[in-house]
């Protein structure tokens, strides 16, 4: 009888040991699938907060805006050298050194100014498309079917006010944006270097009539200092704009170009 009993308590006894370590053991392999979804909880947390402090970097590096910037000048934008008249620049005349003209000055201003941007501008001298409006275009491929967010118009001054063609000046010039321009194109019309009031007249009513940005070059037409006179034994090429002048060529267009992107 005492072993019955010693052997059931003991078999009671055996048995509560054994349900006590399945219930500690089951009880530390919940806890550690608890821990291990909190360890997946944290993780996942923190890959959330990242990302969250991450995406507004990637998504704007991924959309940075895009400027595409075309200027249509003359021999002011650019020239080649010509021993013929005393002159033996490659860059916009009559700069001193390349990084003086107006272009590169605009460029570099705009460039930095505008940093978040990706920007890219072109120059264009099409002084043969002055002479009488009627040089072919399709000779400057590099420049057609692309669209431009800002077009600057900065030529006139070999535009003939004596020559017949001269009459249809307004209408070609309204011809020639168009064909550089698209719909959400912002245009900048320059008035002229050189006192022109005719051309000066033609340009800014362009320019009006059509919600254009107009820049009067009538302040610059009056400073001596803007023009390279003297510099040079050819009187022709002295008459175009010094260093000076390109400075302020190009902050009136950098001027221009924050109110468009206003």
């Known amino acids: 009888g005492s072993r019955k009993k010693s052997s059931q308590k003991n078999g009671i006894c055996s048995c509560g040991k054994m349900r006590g370590n399945r219930k500690k053991s089951s009880m530390h392999t919940n806890s550690e699938k608890l821990c291990r979804w909190e360890d997946i909880i944290f993780i996942m ?3 959330v907060i990242i990302s969250i402090l991450l995406f507004p970097i990637v998504f ?3 959309t940075e805006k895009k400027l595409n910037i075309l200027i249509l000048g003359n021999f002011i934008t650019h020239h080649v050298p010509d021993e013929s008249i005393g002159w033996i ?14 272009e590169s000055l605009f ?4 460039k ?30 590099d420049i057609l079917n692309q669209k431009y967010d800002i077009l600057i118009i900065r030529l006139g001054e070999n535009v003939n ?19 550089f321009k698209s719909e959400k194109t912002k245009v900048i019309i320059t008035g002229t270097v050189w006192s022109s009031p005719e051309k000066d ?11 254009y940005f107009y820049i009067p070059l009538l302040d610059f037409q009056a400073d001596p200092k803007n023009y390279a006179t003297g510099k040079f034994a050819n009187d022709q090429v ?12 190009a902050k009136l267009l950098v001027k221009k170009v924050e109110d468009v992107l206003q």
């Open 45 to 47: 947390r923190k890959i």
């Open 60 to 62: 704007f590096s991924c």
């Open 89 to 102: 620049g490659n860059l916009g005349m009559t700069a001193s050194a390349a990084d003086k003209d107006f």
């Open 107 to 110: 460029t570099e201003e705009i």
């Open 112 to 141: 930095k100014e505008y940093s978040k941007y990706d920007i890219k501008v072109t120059a264009k001298n099409i002084a043969v498309w002055e002479g009488d409006f009627k040089y072919d275009l399709n000779q400057f491929p």
């Open 161 to 179: 006010i004596k020559a017949t063609d001269f009459t249809n000046y307004e209408k070609e010039l309204n011809q020639l944006i168009n064909r």
């Open 201 to 211: 007249l033609i340009q800014e009513k362009v320019a009006k009539e059509n919600n």
């Open 238 to 249: 002295a008459a175009h704009p010094s260093d000076y002048g390109m400075q302020n060529i």
